[in-house]
């Protein structure tokens, strides 16, 4: 298969996917710091041309960044209210896409499923694979069938919940069953706080199911992997830096993070990622390491925001590696790591990108 020479690379969330009104400054962070690195990576890739959708919204939410500064070759402009159209005539412009967005309301699923029906090919996961590892319910399922160690984790209604939560004794977390990030993940201390959190979890959902999970304690960790053809390479483990509470607050990564439960936690990712067909380029696991064993808690079917730090502690390109994984189902032999590197969600200095110009704008 030829490669592209035109890749769509859409993120949802800078690409017009925010409801109407005031962006929090850390999601705008996030989300332009997965779509610049990514951008400038395919520019380092020679032969290959860019184009993205940028909101309004978003410029200069990162100073110095708005649509001259972004490093695509074509930057469209897009509002929250014309955001699927633009996508949908986007598509038939490129050659290839790579989608950023979450899975929750089947977001990514659909985005990507839009790319299908349009013959597009997409440089992640088939739209399939998403809807099933993005639902925290199914996978947790899926774990247990194969006998993959992970909190105990079940299915309740907002209804239930409370009968779910006295047996399954605290502490425990109340998640969405389609939730990402630590985006409405609540740890539950006591009973008595149930109510409260509950209230808070409804209004992030549209589901009336919710998981309720045993609380893991230890190091939160991830391991980012391309996987292509039933076959994972894992590239590196991530430390998240995470404060557990009510909410849980994800606050950044380190690139790459040792640990004596590291290769155990490794291990276990690449059996998580066998069990969905159709999980392919990027592909992030969330796990916790205790003291000499690991937890699954999530597989994320798209590029994460560990991304940000594991494209400066490795010569390879990741862009490149990821497209090659897609079209062609060939991985890496290995991908070389040196250094570490940390980036905070909401310090645009430590991402460690550059203008159209090489500029460090930090």
Known sequence: MSFPSTVLVYEFFSGGGCP??????????????????????????????????LDARFEERVPRLNRKTLPAD???????????????????????????APETDGILAWLTAQAETAGIPVLGSNSSAIATAGNKAACHQLFDIANLPNPATRTASFESAHQVAEETGCPLVVKPIDGVG?????????????PAVLASVRRITAHNQILVQSFAKGIHVSVSLLAAAGRSLPLSLNRQLIEAGSPFKYLG??????????????????????????????????????????LLIEINPRLTTSYIALRQVTPVNLAKAISEACLTGVLPDRIPISGRAVIRKDDPASWNLTYKMGANPF
């Open 182 to 194: 630590s985006e409405g993940t609540y740890l539950v201390a006591h009973i008595s706080d149930l």
């Open 74 to 100: 074509h930057v469209f402009s897009v509002s929250h209210y014309d955001h699927r159209k633009i996508y949908l005539s986007l598509l038939k412009q490129c050659d290839a896409a790579i989608i950023i």
């Open 253 to 294: 990564s380190e690139v790459p993070f040792v640990h004596r439960a590291g290769g155990s936690g490794v291990d276990l990712a690449c059996s998580a990622v066998s069990l969905i067909p159709g999980l392919t380029g990027y592909v992030g696991v969330d796990l916790v390491l205790t003291e000499d064993a690991a």
């Open 20 to 53: 109407a009104g005031e962006i929090p400054v850390g999601l705008a962070a996030e989300a332009l710091g997965m779509l610049w690195a990514l951008l400038t990576d395919f520019r380092r890739w020679d032969g290959v041309r860019t184009m993205t959708a």
